[in-house]
C-alpha cells in the first residue's frame, strides 16, 4: 500500500499519461497513418518509411501530443481561476453588504431627534473606541412603553346568582 502522498502522485502521473496517449493516438494513428494511406491509395502504391523516419515521426507526435495535454492542463487552469475569481467577486460584494448597517440611517435620524445621544469612549487597554447609544432620561419611560408595552389587569366580572 502506497503512502498517501505517493498515491496522489501516481494519480496524477495516470491522468498525464491518459492525456498524452490520447493525443498521441490523436496525431500518429488518426491523423499520421490517415495521410500515410491516403497517399498510398492515391499513389497506388505501398509506402514504408525508413527507420529513422519512424523514430522521428513518434517523437514528433509524442512532443506534440505532451503539449496538446499541457495546454488543455492550462485551459482548465484559467477556466478554473476564472471561476473562482468570480466567485471571490461575488462574496467580496455579499461581505460589503453585510457591513452596511441596514438602521445605520434611522440611528442617524433618530440621534438628531436629541431622544438618543451617542456616547464613545476609548477602549480600555486596547485601541478602539467603543459606541454607546444612551436614550435620555426624560424618554426612558416612553420608550419603556412603547417596547414593553404593560398589560392591564383584566377585570373579569362575575356574575353569582
Same mark, same amino acid.
Given at each position: 500500500?502506497?503512502?498517501?502522498?505517493?498515491?496522489?502522485?501516481?494519480?496524477?502521473? !495516470?491522468?498525464?499519461?491518459?492525456?498524452?496517449?490520447?493525443?498521441? !493516438?490523436?496525431?500518429?494513428?488518426?491523423?499520421?497513418?490517415?495521410?500515410? *494511406?491516403?497517399?498510398?491509395?492515391?499513389?497506388?502504391?505501398?509506402?514504408?518509411?525508413? =527507420?529513422?523516419?519512424?523514430?522521428? @515521426?513518434?517523437?514528433?507526435?509524442?512532443?506534440? @501530443?505532451?503539449?496538446?495535454?499541457?495546454? *488543455?492542463?492550462?485551459?482548465?487552469?484559467?477556466?478554473?481561476?476564472?471561476?473562482?475569481?468570480?466567485?471571490?467577486?461575488?462574496?467580496?460584494?455579499?461581505? *460589503?453588504?453585510?457591513?452596511?448597517?441596514?438602521?445605520?440611517? @434611522?440611528?442617524?435620524?433618530?440621534?438628531?431627534? $436629541?431622544?438618543?445621544?451617542?456616547?464613545?469612549?476609548?477602549?480600555?487597554?486596547? @485601541?478602539?473606541? &467603543?459606541?454607546?447609544? $444612551?436614550?435620555?432620561?426624560?424618554?426612558? *419611560?416612553? =420608550?419603556? &412603553?412603547? =417596547?414593553?408595552?404593560?398589560?392591564?389587569?383584566?377585570? $373579569?366580572?362575575?356574575?353569582?346568582?
Amino acid at each position: 500500500m502506497l503512502p498517501p502522498q505517493h498515491s496522489e502522485e501516481v494519480r496524477l502521473v !495516470w491522468e498525464y499519461v491518459r492525456a498524452v496517449a490520447k493525443y498521441w !493516438w490523436l496525431v500518429i494513428v488518426a491523423l499520421g497513418l490517415t495521410w500515410l *494511406d491516403l497517399a498510398e491509395r492515391i499513389f497506388g502504391t505501398w509506402y514504408t518509411p525508413p =527507420l529513422w523516419a519512424r523514430i522521428t @515521426a513518434g517523437v514528433a507526435g509524442l512532443t506534440v @501530443a505532451q503539449f496538446l495535454a499541457y495546454r *488543455d492542463l492550462r485551459k482548465s487552469e484559467r477556466a478554473e481561476l476564472r471561476h473562482l475569481n468570480e466567485r471571490n467577486a461575488e462574496l467580496s460584494s455579499q461581505a *460589503d453588504l453585510l457591513k452596511v448597517r441596514p438602521y445605520g440611517h @434611522a440611528h442617524k435620524e433618530l440621534a438628531q431627534t $436629541q431622544l438618543i445621544n451617542r456616547i464613545e469612549r476609548p477602549k480600555l487597554g486596547r @485601541a478602539g473606541i &467603543d459606541s454607546f447609544w $444612551q436614550v435620555r432620561p426624560e424618554f426612558v *419611560d416612553v =420608550l419603556r &412603553d412603547l =417596547l414593553f408595552p404593560r398589560r392591564e389587569q383584566v377585570q $373579569q366580572n362575575f356574575f353569582l346568582s
